[in-house]
Nanobody, 122 residues
């Protein structure tokens, strides 16, 4: 069973930075895409960013463009979310969703981690 583990969450002041990691283990296929989502207290999970694992092409939610950068390390099977100039509205639990193309028929299976918490307050 593929395992997805987020880390790097912490408490920072507005304007601060954090780097979240999403580590993948027990991979039984090929990663095709990684997504980051945020869920604030009392809110639904919202999309933050995604990266195509093969090409490195990225897509961001408008609210984080220019402040967040998603990246990946193909060799280490780890994804990252660099968050700069954090705002109070960025606070919440951050979740990594992984899409894996799985043999023998390349069916794409999605896996979620348990999240890492980010707090932004002065």
């Amino acid at each position: 069973q593929v395992q997805v583990v987020e880390s790097g969450g912490d408490s920072v002041q507005p304007g601060g930075s954090l780097r979240l990691s999403c580590a993948v283990s027990k991979l039984d296929g090929r990663i095709t895409r990684m997504h980051w989502y945020r869920q604030g207290p009392g809110y639904q999970r919202v999309y933050v960013a995604q990266i195509d694992w093969a090409t490195g092409r990225t897509v961001y939610a408008d609210s984080v463009k220019g402040r967040f950068t998603i990246s990946r390390d193909n060799f280490e099977n780890t994804g990252y979310l660099q968050m700069n100039n954090l705002r109070p509205e960025d606070a919440g639990w951050y979740y990594c969703e992984l899409e894996v193309s799985t043999p023998p028929n390349d069916r794409v299976i999605k896996y979620w981690g348990r999240g890492t918490q980010v707090t932004v307050s002065s």
